[in-house]
């Protein structure tokens, strides 16, 4: 079951594809954590990774084809994968169709308001990383660590306008690959608003 997970940041893609790889017993893989996983294995792609990153530049499309085509090649891919982060351009999609032939692809949809909700809420303690939010998950007491009493923080990109800016760039760049999944009958529409027990329920169903 080979998968490809789409949706906007907030949505809980990383949340659901983690159940799922559970579930099916089949690999989530996350381009950020490729790159990562070859800069510290110090494999000649995470070289050529590492160098365009220090220069503060985007990794390029063909690297990071080349990368995923070599994640694919594993064992533990041998019975399906769920790609998350990849493809995010239509090269990207192409190029993945000539190595891998997805199943499905799952969007998972949440109004741009309620993706800020979400986003925008969250508070971290900067010394554990330990996260909170104001409605989900608030602190005992209210912006205050619940181990240490020590303030929290909201992080720069949790504040409302680069919310709103990452999904500006999410819907230039993801729209087209909605359409393109569409278009090939593969892509399946997840309603990402209800709790996350009801969003994996909606999930193992489209999959059975």
Same mark, same amino acid.
């Given at each position: 079951m080979n998968l490809v997970f789409l949706g906007p940041p907030?949505?809980?893609?990383?949340?659901?594809?983690?159940?799922?790889?559970?579930?099916?017993?089949?690999?989530?893989?996350?381009?950020?954590?490729?790159?990562?996983?070859?800069?510290?294995?110090?494999?000649?792609?995470?070289?050529k990774v590492k160098a365009i990153l220090d220069?503060?530049?985007?990794v390029p499309d063909e690297l990071t084809i080349e990368l995923v085509r070599d994640r694919l090649t594993r064992k533990d891919a041998a019975r399906?994968?769920?790609?998350?982060?990849?493809?995010?351009?239509?090269?990207?999609a192409d190029a993945l169709a000539e190595f891998a032939a997805v199943d499905r692809a799952l969007n998972f949809v949440l109004p741009?308001? &309620?993706?800020?909700?979400? +986003?925008? !809420?969250?508070?971290?303690?900067?010394?554990?990383?330990?996260?909170?939010?104001?409605?989900? @998950?608030?602190?005992?007491? &209210?912006?205050?660590?619940? +181990?240490? !009493?020590?303030?929290?923080?909201?992080?720069?990109?949790?504040?409302?306008?680069?919310?709103? @800016?990452?999904?500006q760039v999410y819907k230039q760049q993801t729209e087209p690959l909605i359409a393109y999944y569409d278009d090939r009958s593969l892509l399946v529409d997840?309603?990402?608003?209800?709790a996350p027990d009801a969003v994996f329920r909606q999930v193992l169903k489209v999959l059975s």
């Open positions: 907030g949505a809980g893609k990383g949340t659901m594809a983690t159940r799922v790889a559970e579930h099916f017993t089949i690999p989530h893989i996350s381009t950020g954590d490729i790159f990562r996983a070859n800069i510290k294995g110090q494999t000649e792609l995470g070289k220069a503060g530049d985007l399906g994968f769920i790609l998350d982060g990849f493809p995010r351009t239509i090269p990207q741009d308001e &309620e993706v800020i909700k979400r +986003l925008s !809420g969250r508070r971290v303690h900067p010394g554990s990383g330990r996260t909170y939010h104001v409605l989900f @998950n608030p602190p005992e007491s &209210e912006g205050k660590d619940d +181990l240490t !009493g020590e303030d929290l923080v909201i992080r720069p990109d949790d504040q409302e306008d680069a919310i709103r @800016n990452r999904l997840i309603d990402s608003a209800p």
